[in-house]
Nanobody, 124 residues
Framework: QVQLVESGGGLVQAGGSLRLSCAASGRTFSMNVMGWFRQAPGKEREFVASINWTGDNTYYADSVKGRFTISRDDAKNTLYLQMNSLKPDDTAVYYC?????????????????WGKGTLVTVSS
């Protein structure tokens, strides 16, 4: 079993930065990909970014490319999402996710484990 706990959300002004963390525990070595999704009020959950197990392959949604950076620290079993140049449209609950299947991860399918989420609010 894998447990994922997000932290780092909060209120920030447009143009500001936040860093989200996702502490992972359990059988994390069985997961081939980890990443972030978000869900804004009244909208469906959407893919944000992912990173593979070895950390050498990252993928981003077009809406965050160039502003967000995903990384992982395996020594700490922690996944990060550095968010810069935040916009009000980035306001959402951000969820950490882990999966065995890489190819379907960005579609939110076959996700094996979800965190409970952390709220990010960007004011204009």
């Amino acid at each position: 079993q894998v447990q994922l706990v997000e932290s780092g959300g909060g209120l920030v002004q447009a143009g500001g930065s936040l860093r989200l963390s996702c502490a992972a525990s359990g059988r994390t070595f069985s997961m081939n990909v980890m990443g972030w999704f978000r869900q804004a009020p009244g909208k469906e959950r959407e893919f944000v970014a992912s990173i593979n197990w070895t950390g050498d392959n990252t993928y981003y949604a077009d809406s965050v490319k160039g502003r967000f950076t995903i990384s992982r620290d395996d020594a700490k079993n922690t996944l990060y999402l550095q968010m810069n140049s935040l916009k009000p449209d980035d306001t959402a609950v951000y969820y950490c996710a882990a999966a065995i299947s890489i190819t379907t991860f960005q579609f939110g399918n076959d996700i094996n484990h979800w965190g409970k989420g952390t709220l990010v609010t960007v004011s204009s």
